[in-house]
């Protein structure tokens, strides 16, 4: 060790106070012991969020695309207002995508973004495409989650039969 602990050189702090630790630390990294299991992570989660996100991408610059081709028409603003929004809600669905109402909101944008082919016709292969890619992310995701539950269980199963690791 570097020396600067309290209790001296190579005595353990009580209470997370290591030398190493920053000042200022989450709850989460306050608790964390060595050897601590790692909480499994949604892959269905994040593969709707990462569909939300690039979709949010895509309507900024929907957006920015019918403002620019519109100009000066009462439409443009508009155009630009409602794909901004959408592209704000859809970052904010992230949040939400471990609730039922996340994946709800997030077929209504799908339902919205095939829907922006009556504005700009070529809008309907990416509202496809990003349609197509949120229905794996929920029914592949969900099935990934469940052979990762599965797993870990039979994981644990075999560490309490086999407790010497072996």
């Not at 630790?21 to 964390?32: A, D, F, I, T, V």
């Not at 994040?46 to 081709?69: D, I, P, Q, R």
């Not at 995701?141 to 309490?160: F, H, K, L, T």
Request: glycine share 10%; hydrophobic share 45%; with cysteine.
């Amino acid at each position: 060790m570097s020396g600067d602990e309290p209790n001296g050189p190579g005595v353990a702090n009580p209470g997370g106070r290591e030398s190493w630790r920053p000042k200022r630390e989450s709850k989460s990294q306050r608790s964390w012991t060595p050897g601590q299991p790692k909480r499994a992570r949604s892959i269905r989660a994040t593969f709707m969020s990462s569909v939300l996100v690039m979709e949010a991408f895509v309507l900024v610059f929907f957006g920015l695309a019918m403002f620019g081709v519109n100009r000066g028409t009462p439409m443009a603003p508009w155009a630009l207002a409602v794909s901004l929004a959408l592209a704000v809600i859809a970052i904010l669905t992230c949040a939400l995508v471990q609730k039922r109402v996340g994946v709800w909101i997030g077929w209504v944008i799908q339902i919205l973004l095939v829907g922006s082919a009556f504005i700009e016709y070529t809008m309907a292969i990416v509202g496809v495409g990003f349609g197509l890619a949120w229905w794996y992310a929920v029914t592949k995701g969900a099935q990934i989650d469940s052979e990762n539950v599965r797993r870990a269980r039979a994981e644990a199963r075999w560490r309490e039969e086999h407790p010497d690791g072996g």
